[in-house]
């Protein structure tokens, strides 16, 4: 509960009702998307690196900020879901096909796909942008996709007025082995990189770099552990739930903040910095 010193500000919000610790409702016209974590051995020693695209500057949503490789689930994901074990218009399972999808897409690098070599995947990043089903090039090739590969560990559901609404299920994994250069989908980004979470918090907070909120704080929670297997036992020990960030009146100054007790070291930030950022 709020305490008694802090008030809530709700004028922002799409629903003003919601308490700030209850598990929130996933907002009406929300869009179902998903965003994939993927973590390598850094080739300096210390923590993992992790694969970072920067958003074009024309994107209607997050222009120009770091995030990671993602995107909205498209209706084919639930149909790959499906013949991947899924029940029938799982969420779980197309976000799971999304988030690999979508990776593949925007990054070049094929995760969880081992039957697809280096030198045959330009063609079928190209059969993806260029409308091919993943559902068809897989059953051509008769082959699957690992989505058990995946470590679920959160999902965000910002939900302001003046944004898009996504509820991304975000999901971590360990790189593939890959010899082939990286390259964006210049639609959509303008730069692809490897650093670890520290160095890319590092670039936000010298203002090289711009980080949206939820970024910044999955990559605050990142920065806690050391490679992908001490990650994924860090996720295992919380919850899932719907993060809905609200706002709050703190001595006269709004702060944007999200639940605790989800495995975040940071669970509020100044709304001016955060709208900043």
């Given at each position: 509960m709020t305490s008694a010193g802090t008030r809530r500000i709700a004028w922002i919000m799409n629903d003003s009702t919601l308490r700030p610790h209850a598990s929130p409702p996933v907002p009406e016209g929300a869009i179902p998307a998903a965003t994939l974590v993927i973590m390598r051995?850094?080739?300096?020693?210390?923590?993992?690196?992790i694969l970072m695209v920067k958003r074009a500057t024309?994107?209607?949503?997050?222009a120009g900020a770091l995030v990671f490789p993602g995107g909205r689930i498209d209706p084919d994901d639930y149909l790959v879901a499906e013949r991947h074990g899924f029940a029938p218009h799982d969420p779980e399972g197309a976000a799971r096909v999304a988030a690999l999808r979508e990776t593949i897409e925007e990054t070049g690098l094929a995760v969880g796909w081992d039957g697809l070599r280096d030198r045959e995947?330009?063609?079928v990043r190209r059969a993806l942008l260029g409308g091919t089903l993943l559902s068809d090039i897989?059953?051509?090739?008769?082959?699957?996709i690992a989505l058990d590969a995946l470590v679920p560990f959160a999902r965000w559901c910002p939900n302001f007025k003046e944004a898009r609404t996504f509820d991304t299920r975000f999901y971590a994994v360990p790189a593939p082995t890959h010899g082939h250069e990286l390259t964006v989908e210049e639609a959509?980004?303008?730069?692809?990189f490897w650093a670890s979470a520290h160095a890319t918090l590092a670039m936000a907070e010298r203002g090289e770099a711009s980080v949206i909120f939820p970024t910044r704080?999955?990559?605050e929670r990142l920065a806690q552990r050391t490679d992908f297997e001490d990650?994924?036992?860090?996720?295992?020990?919380?919850?899932?739930?719907?993060?809905?960030?609200?706002?709050?009146?703190?001595?006269?100054?709004?702060?944007?903040?999200?639940?605790?007790?989800l495995g975040y070291p940071v669970t509020s930030e100044a709304f001016e910095r955060a709208r900043r950022s």
């Amino acid at each position: 509960m709020t305490s008694a010193g802090t008030r809530r500000i709700a004028w922002i919000m799409n629903d003003s009702t919601l308490r700030p610790h209850a598990s929130p409702p996933v907002p009406e016209g929300a869009i179902p998307a998903a965003t994939l974590v993927i973590m390598r051995p850094s080739d300096h020693g210390g923590p993992d690196e992790i694969l970072m695209v920067k958003r074009a500057t024309n994107m209607a949503f997050a222009a120009g900020a770091l995030v990671f490789p993602g995107g909205r689930i498209d209706p084919d994901d639930y149909l790959v879901a499906e013949r991947h074990g899924f029940a029938p218009h799982d969420p779980e399972g197309a976000a799971r096909v999304a988030a690999l999808r979508e990776t593949i897409e925007e990054t070049g690098l094929a995760v969880g796909w081992d039957g697809l070599r280096d030198r045959e995947i330009a063609a079928v990043r190209r059969a993806l942008l260029g409308g091919t089903l993943l559902s068809d090039i897989l059953a051509s090739r008769d082959e699957r996709i690992a989505l058990d590969a995946l470590v679920p560990f959160a999902r965000w559901c910002p939900n302001f007025k003046e944004a898009r609404t996504f509820d991304t299920r975000f999901y971590a994994v360990p790189a593939p082995t890959h010899g082939h250069e990286l390259t964006v989908e210049e639609a959509e980004h303008s730069q692809i990189f490897w650093a670890s979470a520290h160095a890319t918090l590092a670039m936000a907070e010298r203002g090289e770099a711009s980080v949206i909120f939820p970024t910044r704080r999955n990559l605050e929670r990142l920065a806690q552990r050391t490679d992908f297997e001490d990650f994924a036992r860090h996720a295992g020990e919380y919850p899932i739930e719907l993060i809905t960030p609200w706002i709050e009146d703190r001595g006269g100054r709004p702060y944007l903040c999200i639940p605790e007790g989800l495995g975040y070291p940071v669970t509020s930030e100044a709304f001016e910095r955060a709208r900043r950022s």
